[in-house]
C-alpha cells in the first residue's frame, strides 16, 4: 500500500495541486487570486504532461555516448539533421525503421506539448490581467462580490424602467 | 457547382485548401493590427473569410467526389501522421467548415456599421484583428485531426474571443465581467480537455485522433481511458455550452458587441459541439461510449434539461440577446439530445439542427444588432413597434423567429421533424413530447418579443433612422430567406448531415 502511494507521489503532488487551484478559481472572491488558481490549475496540468514523459530509468532526451550520430564534431549536428528531415517524413511516419538506442532517454513530446501550453497559459493569465484592470477602471473594485452587487443594481434599475413601461401600456 | 468548382479552382487551390483555409485569417491577423484606417481592415477581413468560404467549398467537393474516399488528408510540413500534426477533412467537418466560413464571410459583410457605432475608433482594426484570429481558430479546431492541435487551435479562438466580448464595455461595462468569467470557465473548460488527452495521449502513445482511435478497442476497461473520455467530455461540454455547464453563456451574449454575439452564438458553440461529436464517435467508439460507459443516461437528461429549464428561462427574460442566449442554450440541447440517441440517425438530426440553428440565431442576432444600430437598446421595449419603422429588419427577425419556434415550412421545422423521427425510432416518444413541450416555450418567448415589434405603440416615435443599413441588411435576409428555402427542400442541409453522420461513425474504416 504504502509502495503504492510512494511509488505515485508525482501524481499525488498533481492531483493535490489541481485541487488547490480550481479551489481557489471557484472560491476566492478576488478576481486577481482567481487567476492564480486558474495558473495554479493550469500549471499542475505541466507536471503531468511532464510526468507522463518520464521513462523509468531514462535520463534527459539529448543522444549522448554511443548515441550520438557523430565522430567529429561538425559532422555531427549535419547527421542530425539529414536523419531528421531528407527522408520526406518517411524515416519519421514509419515506424519500422527504429534506431537502436544504447542509452534510455525520457519521452520529449510531451515537454514540447507543454512548450506550447505554456505559451497559451501565459496569454490567458495576460488576457485575464489585462481584463482585471479594465474592471478596476470601470467598477474602481477587483472584489468579484462588489462587482456582481453593483451588476445588480444595474440591472434592478433597468428592470424596474421596463416594469413600469409594461404597465403603463397595459394601462 | 460541384463539378464546376473543382474544374475551375488551380492546383495549389486543390492541393494546400486544407491548410490555407486555416493560414489565411491567421496571418491576416496579424498584419490588421498594422492597419491604421478601420474600413480597410474590414475589407481585408471580408477577404480573409471569403477565401476560407472557398476554400472550405473545395475541401467540400474534394471529399463528395467518389474517387476521394471521402477523406482528405494533409501533413503538416510533410511530416506524416501519426507523427506529424495533420490536417484531415471528412464529411462532417467539411460541413462544419462551410458553416462557418459562411457565417465568417456574412458576419463580417454585416459587421462594419455596428462595429463603428459600438466599438471606439482607434480599436476597430484591432478589433478585426481578433474577430479573424478567433474565426481562424475555429476553423483549426474544425480542420485538425490532433487532438493536442485542437486544443491549441481552441486556445487561439477563445482568447481572441475574451477580447471581442471585453470590447462590448464601451457600451456595457458588465461586459468587462462577462468576458472575465467566460474567461475563467473557458481555461477551465480547455485545461480539462489537456488533462483528457494527456490520459489518452498516456493509453495510446499517440495524439493522432484517427490513430487513438485504432488503437482504442485493444484497450478496452482501461481506467485511463475511461478517465480521460471523462475530461474530454466535461472540457468540450464546458466550450458547448452543454447543461449546466452553459453558465458563462448568457452574460458573454448579452454584453458584448452585438456583431460578436451574432458571430459567436453562429460558430462558437456548434464548433465545441463538432469537436464534442469527433471525439464521441470517431476517436472513441461509440459502442465504448453508448454502451459500456451508460453515456446515453448521462448525456440524455442533461440535453431534456437544457431544452425545458433553459426555454423556461428565456421566457422570463426582458432583454433580448439575453432571451435569445437563453434560448441558445436550449438549442444546444436539442443537438445534445439528437446525439444521445447514438445511432445515426439521431446524430444526423443532431447536425442537421446544428447548421438550422447557426442560421436562424444568424439571422435573430443579425436583426438585434440592426436594432442596436439604430435604437442603442436591446430590452425589449427598445423592439416596441419596430414592425412599422423598420418593416424589412423586423419581417427577417420574424421569419427566423418563427422558424426557432420550428413553424412547418421553415428550417427549424424540418430538423425537428428529423429529431421526432430519430427519437421515435429509438422509442423514445416521450422525448418527442418533451421537444413538442419545449418548442410551445419557445412560442412564449419568441411571441413576446413578436407581439412588441408588431402590435405595440412605439416607445419614442421619433426616431431618426428607421432601417437598418444596407450592408446589415443583405446578410440579413441572405439567412432569413435561407430559413424558409431550407425549410422547403431539405435535399441540401440533410444530405450534408447524414453524410457527416456516417463519416463520424467511420473515422477508424479509414485507417
Not at chain 2, 474567461?183 to 487513438?212: E, S, W
Request: proline share 4%; net charge neutral.
Amino acid at each position: 500500500m504504502l509502495e503504492f502511494i510512494l511509488e505515485r507521489a508525482n501524481y499525488w503532488a498533481i492531483i493535490g495541486l489541481m485541487m488547490i487551484g480550481l479551489y481557489i478559481t471557484f472560491a476566492s472572491g478576488n478576481l486577481i487570486k482567481r487567476l492564480v488558481g486558474l495558473s495554479t490549475f493550469q500549471t499542475s496540468v505541466f507536471l503531468f504532461y511532464v510526468t507522463l514523459g518520464k521513462v523509468a530509468g531514462g535520463t534527459a532526451p539529448i543522444l549522448f555516448g554511443a548515441d550520438a550520430p557523430a565522430h567529429g564534431g561538425g559532422h555531427g549536428a549535419e547527421d542530425v539533421h539529414h536523419a531528421v528531415t531528407v527522408p520526406g517524413g518517411q524515416a519519421l511516419g514509419n515506424a519500422s525503421a527504429p534506431v537502436e538506442l544504447v542509452n534510455t532517454y525520457s519521452n520529449v513530446l510531451p515537454h514540447v506539448l507543454m512548450l506550447t501550453a505554456i505559451v497559451v497559459g501565459v496569454a490567458t493569465l495576460s488576457v485575464g490581467l489585462a481584463l482585471i484592470v479594465r474592471i478596476r477602471e470601470a467598477y474602481g473594485s477587483i472584489e468579484s462580490d462588489e462587482v456582481r452587487e453593483i451588476d445588480l443594481e444595474t440591472a434592478l434599475a433597468q428592470e424596474a424602467e421596463i416594469d413600469q413601461w409594461l404597465n403603463g401600456a397595459g394601462a | 457547382m460541384i463539378d464546376l468548382l473543382l474544374r475551375s479552382a488551380p492546383d495549389w487551390a486543390l492541393a494546400h485548401a486544407a491548410p490555407l483555409l486555416v493560414m489565411v485569417p491567421l496571418v491576416l491577423a496579424p498584419v490588421l493590427t498594422l492597419v491604421p484606417n478601420g474600413r480597410i481592415a474590414w475589407f481585408i477581413s471580408i477577404a480573409g473569410t471569403a477565401a476560407s468560404l472557398i476554400f472550405s467549398l473545395i475541401l467540400l467537393a474534394i471529399v463528395q467526389t467518389p474517387e476521394t474516399s471521402g477523406v482528405v488528408s494533409y501533413a503538416i510540413g510533410n511530416w506524416l501522421p501519426p507523427l506529424g500534426i495533420e490536417f484531415r477533412v471528412d464529411a462532417l467537418n467539411a460541413m462544419i467548415l462551410v458553416l462557418v466560413s459562411a457565417m465568417g464571410v456574412l458576419a463580417s459583410v454585416m459587421s462594419y456599421p455596428t462595429v463603428v457605432a459600438e466599438i471606439p475608433k482607434e480599436k476597430t482594426s484591432l478589433f478585426y484583428s481578433a474577430f479573424l484570429a478567433c474565426f481562424a481558430g475555429l476553423c483549426g479546431v474544425a480542420i485538425t485531426g490532433d487532438a493536442f492541435n485542437l486544443f491549441v487551435f481552441l486556445e487561439i479562438s477563445s482568447l481572441s474571443t475574451y477580447v471581442l466580448v471585453a470590447l462590448g464595455a464601451s457600451r456595457d461595462r458588465r461586459a468587462l465581467h462577462a468576458a472575465f468569467n467566460y474567461l475563467v470557465m473557458g481555461t477551465i473548460g480547455a485545461t480539462f480537455f489537456i488533462i483528457g488527452v494527456g490520459f489518452l495521449y498516456a493509453a495510446t502513445g499517440t495524439l493522432n485522433m484517427a490513430d487513438i482511435a485504432s488503437k482504442l478497442p485493444a484497450l478496452e476497461g482501461s481506467r485511463t481511458v475511461q478517465a480521460g473520455f471523462a475530461f474530454i467530455v466535461v472540457g468540450l461540454g464546458l466550450k458547448a455550452a452543454m447543461w449546466p455547464l452553459h453558465q458563462w453563456l448568457p452574460n458573454a451574449y448579452s454584453y458584448g458587441p452585438s456583431f460578436v454575439t451574432m458571430f459567436l452564438s453562429a460558430t462558437a458553440t456548434k464548433v465545441a459541439l463538432y469537436a464534442l461529436i469527433r471525439f464521441l464517435f470517431s476517436v472513441f467508439n461509440p459502442q465504448f461510449v453508448f454502451e459500456s460507459a451508460a453515456f446515453t443516461a448521462l448525456l440524455m437528461p442533461l440535453g431534456i434539461a437544457a431544452m425545458i429549464a433553459c426555454s423556461f428561462q428565456a421566457v422570463f427574460q426582458t432583454d433580448v440577446r439575453r432571451m435569445l442566449a437563453y434560448s441558445s442554450v436550449a438549442q444546444v440541447g436539442y443537438m445534445i439530445l439528437g446525439i444521445s440517441i447514438g445511432t445515426a440517425a439521431g446524430l444526423s438530426a443532431g447536425l442537421f439542427h446544428l447548421l438550422n440553428h447557426a442560421m436562424i440565431k444568424g439571422a435573430l442576432f443579425m436583426a438585434v444588432a440592426g436594432v442596436v444600430l439604430t435604437y442603442k437598446g436591446t430590452n425589449i421595449r427598445d423592439f416596441a413597434g419596430l414592425g412599422r419603422s423598420a418593416p424589412w429588419t423586423m419581417t427577417a427577425f420574424a421569419i427566423a423567429g418563427l422558424s426557432l419556434i420550428g413553424v412547418p415550412l421553415t428550417a427549424g421545422f424540418q430538423s425537428k421533424l428529423q429529431l421526432g423521427y430519430a427519437l421515435f425510432e429509438n422509442g423514445w416518444w416521450w422525448a418527442v413530447i418533451l421537444v413538442v413541450f419545449s418548442s410551445f416555450l419557445a412560442v412564449i418567448y419568441v411571441g413576446r418579443i413578436l407581439e412588441a415589434v408588431f402590435f405595440q405603440p412605439p416607445v419614442n416615435p421619433r426616431k431618426a433612422r428607421k432601417e437598418a443599413p444596407i450592408v446589415l441588411l443583405v446578410p440579413l435576409w441572405i439567412l432569413a430567406l435561407a430559413n424558409i428555402y431550407f425549410g422547403i427542400t431539405t435535399e441540401i442541409p440533410l444530405g450534408l448531415a447524414s453524410d457527416a453522420a456516417a463519416a463520424a461513425f467511420g473515422l477508424e474504416m479509414f485507417r
